[in-house]
Nanobody, 124 residues
Framework: QVQLVESGGGLAQAGGSLRLSCAGS????????MGWFRQAPGQERELVAH????????DYARSVKGRFTISRDNAKNTMSLQMNSLKPEDTAVYYC?????????????????WGQGTQVTVSS
């Protein structure tokens, strides 16, 4: 089992940057695929980015590709999301997640563990 805790959310201006961090517990952290979802008010939860167990494979939603970078440090049981060139439409609650599946990752049901979420607000 993995417990996940996010940090680093907050308020940023359009064009600015924020870095989200996710700290995981447990000795099996490195065996999980990790990801970041986000959910804006009235909208479905959306997969923003995910990263393989080794960290060598990453993928991004089209809306954030080229602006966001996901990374992980298995030695420290941490994962990060560097968000640059932020836009007001990036405003959402961001969730750290972990799972064992490697396909159909866009569905929240494919993920096993979730953090409590951290608010990101981007002003125009």
């Amino acid at each position: 089992q993995v417990q996940l805790v996010e940090s680093g959310g907050g308020l940023a201006q359009a064009g600015g940057s924020l870095r989200l961090s996710c700290a995981g517990s447990g000795r099996t952290f490195s065996t999980y695929v990790m990801g970041w979802f986000r959910q804006a008010p009235g909208q479905e939860r959306e997969l923003v980015a995910h990263i393989s167990t080794s960290g060598t494979i990453t993928d991004y939603a089209r809306s954030v590709k080229g602006r966001f970078t996901i990374s992980r440090d298995n030695a420290k049981n941490t994962m990060s999301l560097q968000m640059n060139s932020l836009k007001p439409e990036d405003t959402a609650v961001y969730y750290c997640t972990a799972g064992v599946y490697r396909t159909a990752l866009g569905s929240p049901q494919r993920w096993s563990y979730w953090g409590q979420g951290t608010q990101v607000t981007v002003s125009s």
